[in-house]
């Protein structure tokens, strides 16, 4: 069978290679053809992927993974799909299909076939697998995870995920190529070149309101082996030419013990690399010892989720910590000589302008190098999204604006354009501070990467509104020039 993942189109910056669809991929390789088509990176539209990539590489099979904010250029991909051949299988699966699979298949089911809620490396190659062979008996109540329609009714199926996480395979890094993407994958700074995502953990034990992360890999930590993590690095340093790796697990320093053993380990391989943990971590579970590791083993930007300046938005959105935690917290990693980037939410429910402006002032007294201010979006199967749709709030978001960069919820008694304005205003007064302009000036690394950041700049001073959520397909008349920098060989 001919299965082809995708990962769709949107205007983020952060064009990084989908590790998810790279463990698919690896699943299922060595019985299926298989390509792994990133729209971001290659900026293929819908129209461009019907009219070329489906026509050039003739799946059986797409598949498409999807964020909340993907979901118009998922139903577009969809819908292109099936006007080029109604008989190419479809599925989804992804974040937003494991917040609410009924809801989210109901809604997307005129072009779909098929979804995964949760993690599908154990349920998607048993599908395949059962589709491609008749010999099989098509048993879809077997596969974990799987969402589908049994006559008029959905089925979701248990899912089941893995607890040795090296049964997963190794991803597919020869169908992602990280060596083959942008300097910038996951932020607007890095310290080498090329960079890859590696995972060394999965599942995140606590309980953020406004995190969907649970959701998707469960509350219970599982780990990958220290072979397994170091087996990896080698390969992507010495194979690919990686030199700077973004550990993308929910929060690598949960256990603390665990963390130890890997940088340990890195050390070990006696690499010339770089570390940056651009998902953040929580700041209560470091100490002086894995600081200097970290530090030892390349590690030169330490994210922090802050989240709020106030305490009482801190309490409601469960993190567990509060604003004198975080002054202490973030003094033990100056101590250290790290630079710090932090990510604050503007806008949180039952938010006023008080409590964001606690939030603005915070975020200037800290020793910073880097603020991002994000509006809060009201992620499908959290909490807080729960509590939204039990006040009615819910009814109030702008899905057309469901982006970070634009502000698609608003707590009562501010407006949207009100919001934006506070977050721009934040952004400029942060990043025109004489000394923290110089500090990131200095760390440009040549005219293409100063480029890069004035797009960047633009991007989030200059809102974009993108209708994410539009559903109707455009058939605009596409160019009929071929997608030069795709190759499905």
Same mark, same amino acid.
């Given at each position: 069978m001919k299965v082809l993942l995708v990962k769709p189109n949107n205007l983020s910056d952060h064009i990084q290679?989908?590790?998810?669809?790279?463990?698919?991929?690896?699943?299922?390789r060595d019985r299926h053809e298989v390509f792994i088509l990133d729209c971001i990176k290659e900026d293929i539209n819908p129209n461009e992927f019907a009219h070329q990539v489906l026509?050039?590489?003739?799946?059986?099979?797409?598949?498409?993974?999807?964020?909340?904010?993907?979901l118009g250029n998922v139903c577009k991909l969809l819908r292109a799909t099936k006007d080029w051949n109604p008989d190419i299988v479809t599925v989804v699966g992804g974040a937003h299909i494991s917040s609410d699979p009924i809801r989210a298949f109901d809604n997307l089911h005129e072009d779909l076939d098929f979804a995964f809620a949760g993690e599908a490396e154990t349920g998607f190659p048993k599908f395949i697998d059962m589709l491609d062979d008749p010999e099989i008996e098509s048993d879809f109540h077997s596969i974990p995870g799987l969402v589908w329609k049994n006559d008029q009714e959905y089925v979701v199926n248990p899912g089941n995920m893995e607890d040795d996480l090296d049964r997963l395979g190794d991803p597919?890094?020869?169908? !992602? $190529?990280?060596d083959l993407y942008p300097e910038s994958q996951h932020g607007a700074f890095f310290n080498q070149f090329p960079i890859a995502p590696i995972i060394t953990t999965r599942?995140?034990?606590?309980?953020?309101?406004?995190?969907?992360?649970?959701?998707?890999?469960?509350?219970?930590?599982?780990?990958h082996s220290k072979e397994y993590v170091l087996r990896n690095i080698s390969?992507?340093?010495?194979?690919?030419? !990686? $030199?700077?790796?973004?550990?993308?697990?929910?929060n690598f320093t949960q256990d603390i013990e665990y963390a130890k053993v890997i940088v340990r380990g890195i050390l070990s391989l006696n690499l010339d690399i770089s570390l940056a943990m651009p998902n953040g971590i929580r700041m209560d579970y470091l100490d002086d010892e894995l600081l200097e590791l970290l530090k030892e083993a390349g590690l030169y930007l330490v994210s922090i989720a802050v989240e709020s300046g106030n305490d009482e938005i801190l309490k409601k959105m469960k993190k567990g910590t509060n604003v004198h935690k975080i002054h202490r917290d973030v003094k033990l990693i100056k101590k250290h000589g790290f630079d710090i980037a932090a990510f604050f939410i503007?806008?949180?429910?039952?938010?006023?302008?008080?409590?964001?402006?606690?939030?603005?002032?915070?975020?200037m007294k800290l020793p910073l190098l880097r603020s991002n201010y994000f509006t809060y979006l009201p992620l499908p199967g959290t909490e807080s999204y729960h509590h939204l749709e039990e006040t009615g709030e819910i009814d109030n978001v702008d899905w057309d604006n469901y982006y970070i960069m634009s502000a698609a919820y608003t707590p009562q008694g501010i407006d949207r354009e009100e919001l934006l304005a506070i977050k721009k205003k934040a952004f400029l007064k942060f990043y025109f501070r004489p000394r923290v302009l110089i500090r990131n000036l200095m760390r440009i690394k040549n005219y293409r990467h100063f480029k890069f950041l004035l797009k960047r700049f633009y991007n989030w001073i200059i809102v974009k509104n993108h209708h994410s959520t539009d559903f109707v397909v455009h058939h605009e008349s596409s160019s009929s020039a071929p997608v030069s920098n795709v190759s499905f060989k």
């Open positions: 290679p989908s590790l998810g669809l790279a463990y698919l991929a690896e699943g299922i026509e050039n590489f003739r799946p059986d099979l797409v598949g498409i993974q999807c964020y909340t904010f993907d597919a890094w020869d169908l !992602i $190529r990280p599942g995140c034990p606590y309980s953020c309101t406004f995190c969907s992360a649970p959701i998707l890999s469960g509350k219970k930590l599982r780990h390969n992507l340093y010495h194979n690919y030419g !990686i $030199r700077e790796f973004h550990i993308v697990d929910d503007l806008g949180f429910p039952e938010e006023t302008l008080e409590t964001i402006q606690d939030t603005i002032d915070l975020s």
